[in-house]
């Protein structure tokens, strides 16, 4: 496969970093369930623009990931399952960040969100390797 000269990688490990952030969290001993799902968008769109940067695509700067997501079906199609994931992710990208008096994440929230970042990686990580999903490179 020849990989397009783009910084997309740097992408990727920022996005593994968030996840750092959410296994670290879920292993403390008081979990700040916002964070997590902050962790959770924040890897979710790093991972969308590596694959739009893959593709020789500017990363817009926003935290919509619905948009994000759209670019991403412009080139492939099959990105179109990751909106609904994508739509609740963006809740958290600045709302999670500060005080709200009417809405704060829960475990279930969190869990939730891990699980939705978890999908987008695999699907991103599929459409930059070719591989099957879950299987990795040797």
Same mark, same amino acid.
């Given at each position: 496969? $020849?990989?397009?000269?783009? $910084? ?8 593994? $970093?968030?996840?750092?952030? =959410?296994? $670290? ?5 008081? =979990? ?42 412009? =080139? ?63």
């Amino acid at each position: 496969m $020849n990989v397009p000269e783009t $910084n997309y990688a740097a992408w990727l490990a920022k996005a593994e $970093n968030d996840f750092l952030n =959410i296994e $670290n969290n879920l292993k403390a001993a008081r =979990i700040p369930w916002d964070t997590v799902c902050f962790h959770s968008q924040q890897a979710a769109e790093k991972l969308l623009k590596a694959f739009l940067v893959y593709q020789s695509q500017p990363p817009t700067r926003t935290h919509d990931l619905v948009a994000l997501v759209a670019r991403c079906v412009g =080139i492939k199609a099959d990105f179109q399952v990751l909106e609904e994931d994508c739509r609740k992710l963006t809740v958290y990208a600045v709302g999670s960040r500060y005080p709200n008096d009417l809405f704060t994440p829960t475990k279930e929230d969190a869990l939730e969100m891990v699980g939705a970042a978890q999908r987008v990686r695999k699907l991103v990580l599929h459409s930059l390797t070719g591989l099957p999903p879950g299987e990795t490179q040797r």
